[in-house]
């Protein structure tokens, strides 16, 4: 049986008519740029993830890089955060000017509150905790570790907009979040896409100059060539604010999907490999299903030999990339251990049971032999 790693199609029709229809909405009124549907798109976020202010940015590279700036985060600041991400959460920090610090992680993939804590210095502007597949990081220890020391949190959220601890979805419990909604994303658009939310004003005007390229705007509305800051293009295209629109009001049937696929992975799985643990108030925003075991490069050939694709994350860790390996080599040893034993497996909206207990009993027969 052939179960893809994604399935980006759009198959459904009255899905793909109601896209259509927002793309003629778009071409009638002819704000290609910053047209309502930004504005409307913004309000949602803002209202979902429960923080006053959201503003939409062309990437989710975007969004985090756009959160360190408007915190003043540069050059002669730390920033800590994990070696177990896409490398943009470290290179983010990095093109602030400021110096990413790693520090390793916990068995369920999420940074370590603890060796957080080791490396906080006077030069520790900020700490940016990456929440892994849709799984939240330890926040309240880290909200508290935070007050403490006088420290931003700003949450890279890319993976978790579905995700929440008790009451709290992620993205409400840093001074900033950012979240991605490229196509891989739970919520996502068709073509690049990101999002920022804040409870504070005066971060959230500093962030919409950020996203202008750093400029202001006459009593009009109207950006002109003056600039406050030094800043690029980061909008968000009226366009793919539209498309989110349509997946914001399919959002709940998009992750109720997967979290029946994940929930079959998690009954006939558990026991034969380790899964992700969940905090007990948490609902995980199922971007990824990650399983640790042994034997993982072989079990990735059986895999593939019967039509399952599957993923490693995040190979080389980011502290091993090129521009970060130089440094003091770091130990990292959950980190290290994690990307030899750990498999990302197929997890999407388009997959049917089937294909799940077909991934499973795979997985449980290649046990059954070793
Ligand atoms: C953890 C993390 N941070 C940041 C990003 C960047 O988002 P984008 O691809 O929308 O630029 C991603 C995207 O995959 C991500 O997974």
Known sequence: MKVPYLDLRILDKTHKEALHKRLEAVLAHGRIIE?????????????????????????GSSAIYMALKALGIGRGDEVIT?????????NAIAATGAKPVFADIKTDFNVDPKKIEKKIR???????????GGHLCEMEFLEKLARQHGVYIVEDAAQAICGSLGARRAGSFSTIAAFSMNPMKVLHGYGEAGVVTTNSERLYGRLKKLRHAGTRQDPMGRHFNQCDFISLNHKI???????????????????????KIA???DALLGGVVELQQLHPDEVHGRYLYLIRCQKRDALRRVLAQNGVETKIVYSPLACDATPYKNRRSLSMPVSRALLKQSLSLPLHEKMSLAQAEFVSKTIIKFFAKE
């Open 237 to 259: 295209d009226t366009l793919q604010a539209a498309f989110l629109l349509d997946n914001l009001d399919r959002l709940e049937s998009i992750w109720h999907k997967r979290e």
């Open 122 to 132: 006077p030069k520790t502007r900020a700490i940016v905790p990456m929440h892994v």
């Open 82 to 90: 994990t070696p177990f991400t896409w490398i943009i959460t470290v």
């Open 263 to 265: 929930k079959r992975y």
């Open 35 to 59: 047209g309502p549907e930004v504005q409307e798109f913004e309000r949602r976020i803002a209202q979902r993830i429960g923080t006053r202010f959201a503003v939409g940015t062309g990437s």
